[in-house]
Structure formats: structure tokens, C-alpha cells
């Protein structure tokens, strides 16, 4: 059995085509790994499956093929284990903040009492800056605000793994700058095992432990996984002032810009094993980490093991 706390293996889905033609998978082959405390981001350009693959480790979607571990079980269906965050702050309206969490809370504790749910909800909320706005209503609320509402529902229900979605893509910088800041302190504190789509470099390498390169779609797989070297101790501000924090920029820039799309084909799985994807340190490299790009002839044998140094 895998020592991982979560497992994804051979992960693959196709989506019914109107009119009854077949549909190529959007991914397929999807295999990694995330150990408990870990931070994951996921990266990818648009319609690669980002979504699609948080869905189905949220219980929300069926895969056409493969598998979810998660602690050991299957991952069949939605459960108070995972907390998601999604781009748009699904809030009800009609509630308060506090209700809002507390809602949450209750479907997941049914025999804790009022003041026991009201005191833990306050707590998350404080936590993400919203103790003084814990009785206005969602309307009441800036976007980032209602954000951080999501957040702390999340958080609040102490799920085995929290699912995030973009969370900050509807967010101003500044806005987005402060809450990422939050979600940093939050994560060391708790140790929270995380999975975050984002598309934004600069937001994975301040956050993640290690960072999943995903090929364009369709047949998108798994490309290469970057392992964030930087010590954890990270800050927005000083980031910028360690060497690593470019060489990773670059090379996560560089595969988005010219490797994302070599991926696809027969020709492809000569170079790249889709099962065990290279994990690579560039921030720790001297020089540019590898790139990998389709050859021009036949490839030499000992190309996969090249690309999985
Ligand atoms: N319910 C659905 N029915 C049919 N096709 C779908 C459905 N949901 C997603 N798709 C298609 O699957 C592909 C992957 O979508 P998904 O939203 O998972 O990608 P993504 O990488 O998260 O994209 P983005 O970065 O733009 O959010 C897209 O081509 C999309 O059109």
C-alpha cells in the first residue's frame, strides 16, 4: 500500500461530445502523489483538466479511469474530509459571516453546542481578519472579504486536505497580496495539507512545497514536478532577495511558454514517463535545469533517464 496520504494513479477523463462523437480525454496517464503537510500547486494552461482533477479529489466528479487514495480510501463521493474553496465565494446570501462557517461547522460536529460552534467559528474567522465582521451579511462584504469567508469555512471544518481553486483569481493585487500572506501563516501554523490550482507563478512559488507541471490538453499528463527549495520560512517580501526564487521563476515560465505543448503523441512517450514524471530541483541547480523538448530523430535510450535526473 502507498506510504502517501494521497495518491492519484492513472488518473484519465473524457467528457461525452454532443451528437454522440467521441471525445479525445482531456488528461490521461495522471499520477502523483501529495504527503500529509504537504503544500501542491498545480499549473497548467487553460482547459489543460486543473478543475476537472481538483473535482474528482473532491468527490464532485467520476474520472473515466484511475484512481484517488486519500488516507487510505478510495475517494468516491464529497465528504467533510476535503473543504474546498472555489474561485467564486459560494456564500449564502441570507446568512451572516458567522452563520455562514457555522453552518459548516455544525454539519460536521452535529453535537457540539451553540456557544462551543460560535466560539470556533470566531476563532477561524479572527484568523483571517474578519473578527470585527462576523454578524454582516455576505452583500455587506468587499470581494476579498467574502474570499476570506470561504477560507475560513474551509479551514474551520479542519478537513484532512483542503482543495482550493484559483481563490484569488477574482482578487485586486493588493487584496490578493494580503490574503496570500493569511493563507501563508495559517498553512505553517496548522499544517494544513493543501492542493491549489493557480496560474500564477509568483503565488505557487511563495506557497508550495512543491509545484505540478501539467502538459496542455487534450491528453494532457503530468509533465514534471518541482520541487520549491526555498526554506519554508517564506515571506512576499523577501522572496525576491534569494537566488533560488529566479531560477525556479524561470524555469516554471519556461515550460509554460515553450514546453507545455510537447507532451502529446506516440512520439512523446518515448521521451516522457507519464507515471514516474521527473522531479526537479531548479532553485538548488547551477545551471538551467533540463529542458525537454521533443528530438529531432530517433531519441537515444538513455533519454528518459536523462530528463529524470
Ligand atoms: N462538464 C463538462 N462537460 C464537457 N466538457 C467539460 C466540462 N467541464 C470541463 N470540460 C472541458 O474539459 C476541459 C478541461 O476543463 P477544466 O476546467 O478542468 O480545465 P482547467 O485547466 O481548469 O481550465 P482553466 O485554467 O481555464 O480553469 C476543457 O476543455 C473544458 O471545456
Aim: aromatic share 6%; proline share 6%.
Amino acid at each position: 500500500m502507498s506510504a502517501h496520504f494521497l495518491t492519484v494513479e492513472a488518473l484519465k477523463k473524457v467528457y461525452p461530445a454532443d451528437g454522440g462523437q467521441a471525445n479525445p480525454p482531456v488528461f490521461e496517464d495522471i499520477h502523483f502523489h501529495i504527503d500529509k503537510g504537504e503544500f501542491v500547486c498545480i499549473i497548467g494552461h487553460s482547459g489543460c483538466g486543473k478543475t476537472t482533477i481538483l473535482n474528482v479529489l473532491a468527490g464532485l466528479e467520476e474520472a473515466s479511469g484511475g484512481n484517488v487514495i486519500m488516507d487510505g480510501r478510495e475517494v468516491i463521493g464529497p465528504s467533510l474530509d476535503r473543504g474546498v474553496v472555489f474561485q467564486s465565494h459560494a456564500l449564502m446570501p441570507w446568512m451572516t459571516v458567522l452563520g455562514n462557517v457555522a453552518f459548516a461547522v455544525k454539519s460536521k460536529w452535529p453535537d457540539w453546542g451553540k456557544d462551543k460552534v460560535t466560539a470556533h467559528c470566531t476563532e477561524y474567522l479572527e484568523m483571517v481578519g474578519l473578527g470585527h465582521a462576523i454578524h454582516k451579511k455576505p452583500a455587506e462584504l468587499s470581494g476579498g472579504m467574502k474570499q476570506r469567508v470561504g477560507i475560513a469555512r474551509a479551514f474551520a471544518i479542519q478537513p484532512k486536505m483542503l482543495l482550493l481553486d484559483e481563490p484569488f483569481g477574482a482578487l485586486d493585487a493588493l487584496t490578493r497580496g494580503t490574503i496570500q500572506d493569511e493563507l501563508l501563516k495559517i498553512v505553517q501554523a496548522t499544517h494544513q495539507t493543501v492542493f491549489m490550482i493557480t496560474h500564477d507563478v509568483d503565488e505557487a512559488i511563495l506557497l508550495a512545497d512543491k509545484i505540478v507541471l501539467m502538459s496542455n490538453g487534450p491528453h494532457a499528463k503530468i509533465a514534471e514536478i518541482v520541487e520549491v527549495t526555498m526554506p519554508r520560512s517564506r515571506t512576499r517580501a523577501g522572496i525576491h532577495h534569494d537566488p533560488q526564487y529566479y531560477k525556479i521563476r524561470n524555469h516554471l515560465v519556461d515550460f509554460l511558454v515553450n514546453r507545455s505543448k510537447t507532451y502529446a503523441g506516440a512520439e512523446a512517450e518515448m521521451f516522457h514517463d507519464a507515471k514516474n514524471p521527473p522531479v526537479v530541483q531548479p532553485g538548488l541547480e547551477a545551471e538551467r535545469a533540463p529542458v525537454v523538448s521533443l528530438p529531432a530523430e530517433k531519441p537515444a535510450p538513455q533519454l528518459k533517464q536523462v530528463v529524470n535526473q
